[in-house]
């Protein structure tokens, strides 16, 4: 049995990716064939959890030309979804490997910005489609135009679902200034962990003392903060994990974070534990590195990981 899962992604990207011998300005580029995604953090996360077995119901923004090739790459993948109205074009994304060095360069286009109209459709869908008890995962850059609390108004529009908060930016600064009420898991990569706390994260300890904090705040339940290579901290209500990162070839860093979420979230869905999800999620991030350009984990890399990810209290 697994609890309903919900992604939202407002500002999803059509993901290209293609590779170069060399990157040298002022020189035509010539590029092999292009491998295309339907990218963005909550679109990704439902995609990995497909790829786990799993079920999940994605919400993405999708408009103009563009908007229509995501949707049909989200079909051939097989991800259940529905389409809310966006503005304008939805935005593209480029990642470029260099062949020679194996250096990716990413670019990121902003999106188009987002009204009070577009805003209304979100909340109204989300009171309809959000399940009580169910997991809602808010993951992904915002687009423009929202304030930085719209995570919070997101997830007031969700009563009684499990609110799951991967963000960046102003709206991850906001989520730690003013709690979100009753936010079940928030995760960050250790640099932000590092600007919010406002000094350097060293040591695990000093990691765990600072995702314990942010739970002992009212935060939020679940606290993971990502140390990269190293691993994966944890912090909940009388309890610090840490998960090491499986040790393996890195091929694109692409999609590890959403792999990563889709694990931890899917695991919950199936009853088990923090300290099992959390194993489960980082052999998921370890998975995604493994794959190429904008590809994500696979299971059978992440079953086979999952013994070297096991979770220790710190």
């Known amino acids: 049995m697994q609890a309903p899962i919900l992604t939202l992604t407002l500002n999803p990207a059509l993901d290209m ?8 300005p002022g020189h035509k580029l010539r590029c092999t064939d ?54 304008g ?3 593209q994304s480029l990642t470029v490997t260099e062949e020679t060095s194996g250096k990716q360069f990413r670019f ?22 959000a399940r009580p008890g169910g997991y809602s995962v808010i993951s992904g850059s915002q687009p423009p135009g929202v304030p930085a609390d719209f995570p919070a108004h997101l997830a007031a529009s969700m009563e009684g679902s499990l609110v799951v908060l991967d963000t ?17 898991v928030l995760r ?48 909940e209500a009388g309890r610090r994990l840490f998960s090491p990162a499986p040790k393996v070839r890195v091929k694109s860093t692409v999609g590890a974070g959403d792999s990563f979420v889709a694990a931890f979230v899917l695991s919950l869905a199936r009853g088990q534990d923090s300290a099992q999800a959390l194993a489960m999620a980082s052999a998921a991030a370890a998975a995604a590195v493994m794959s190429d350009a904008t590809m994500l984990c696979r299971a059978e890399d992440v079953m086979r990981l999952m013994h070297e990810a096991a979770a220790r209290e710190i």
Do not use: Q
Request: aromatic share 2%; net charge negative.
């Open 17 to 24: 990716a293609t590779a170069v011998p060399d990157i040298i």
């Open 34 to 87: 292009p491998h295309l995604d339907p990218g963005g953090g909550g679109l990704n996360v439902s995609r990995a959890i497909k790829a786990l077995g799993g079920d999940s119901l994605a919400l993405v923004a999708l408009g103009g030309l563009t908007g229509d090739r995501v949707a049909g790459l989200i079909r051939a993948d097989g991800v259940t979804f529905l389409s809310i109205l966006g503005p």
């Open 89 to 91: 074009e939805t935005r």
């Open 108 to 129: 990121m286009l902003p999106g188009p910005v987002w009204g009070e109209a577009e805003r209304a459709r979100v909340f109204t869908l989300l009171a309809a489609t």
């Open 168 to 184: 960046s930016g102003a709206a991850l600064t906001e989520a730690v200034r003013t709690p979100i009420p009753g936010l079940e």
């Open 188 to 235: 960050m990569d250790g640099e932000e962990g590092e600007e919010l706390a406002g000094h350097r994260l060293e040591t695990l300890t000093d990691t765990a003392d600072f995702a314990a904090g942010l739970v002992a705040r009212g935060v939020a339940k679940r606290v993971i903060v990502a140390r990269g290579a190293e691993g994966n901290v944890l912090a």
